[in-house]
């Protein structure tokens, strides 16, 4: 299995959500041992315009991360409880990133985490073998479906209505 390069993430973020579905999100544990989950579920989230991006109240020290390089993991708490994990995509200065929604067996973005042991040790790192974590390719390519983002009310019907959610058809 071929893991994924730079030049994958670097192009915008609906481009990419769609193709990490079905790939392998890995992480490998201090014992040395790999945690291999395959991704089920994807959301885009694409600039300041978008009010569901962290980015839409502008560069702040929490979203810093999201203007710049491509490939790099962003990771934060939700609710004071939950771990959600993001890949940042696309041009420098542009800020967009990808959340990891869910996996086999591993629904909602918080249950991933935990199941990977992922938390805020791993923000500011590249997604790569060398940091360990890394996504793979074993060249599944899954049948999609397109659906509305999850949790985002707050960023206005139109917003919240994005079909920028992509999920692995069953």
């Given at each position: 299995?071929?893991?994924?390069?730079?030049?994958?993430?670097?192009?915008?973020?609906?481009?990419?959500?769609?193709?990490?579905?079905g790939?392998?999100?890995?992480?490998?544990?201090?014992?040395?041992s790999?945690?291999?989950v395959?991704?089920?579920?994807?959301?885009?989230?694409?600039?300041?315009?978008?009010?569901?991006?962290?980015?839409?109240?502008?560069?702040t020290?929490?979203?810093?991360?999201?203007?710049?390089?491509?490939?790099?993991?962003?990771?934060?708490?939700?609710?004071?409880?939950?771990?959600?994990?993001?890949?940042?995509?696309?041009?420098?200065?542009?800020?967009?990133?990808?959340?990891?929604?869910?996996?086999?067996?591993?629904?909602?973005?918080?249950?991933?985490?935990?199941?990977?042991?992922?938390?805020?040790?791993?923000?500011?790192?590249?997604?790569?073998?060398?940091?360990?974590?890394?996504?793979?390719?074993?060249?599944?390519?899954?049948?999609?479906?397109?659906?509305?983002?999850?949790?985002?009310?707050y960023?206005?019907?139109e917003?919240a209505?994005?079909?920028?959610?992509?999920?692995?058809?069953?």
């Amino acid at each position: 299995m071929k893991p994924l390069d730079d030049a994958f993430f670097h192009r915008d973020c609906l481009e990419v959500a769609p193709e990490l579905v079905g790939k392998l999100l890995v992480h490998r544990m201090p014992d040395g041992s790999l945690r291999r989950v395959r991704i089920t579920e994807t959301e885009a989230y694409r600039g300041e315009e978008d009010k569901g991006c962290h980015a839409s109240k502008g560069r702040t020290r929490r979203t810093e991360l999201l203007y710049g390089e491509s490939g790099i993991i962003y990771i934060y708490l939700c609710y004071g409880m939950h771990w959600l994990m993001n890949v940042v995509t696309g041009e420098r200065d542009q800020p967009q990133g990808v959340l990891f929604r869910a996996a086999e067996a591993y629904e909602g973005p918080g249950k991933l985490t935990k199941y990977l042991q992922l938390d805020s040790s791993c923000n500011g790192k590249p997604l790569c073998p060398d940091t360990g974590v890394w996504v793979e390719d074993d060249g599944l390519v899954p049948e999609l479906d397109t659906k509305p983002r999850v949790g985002i009310d707050y960023a206005g019907p139109e917003w919240a209505a994005k079909p920028w959610r992509f999920v692995m058809r069953k």
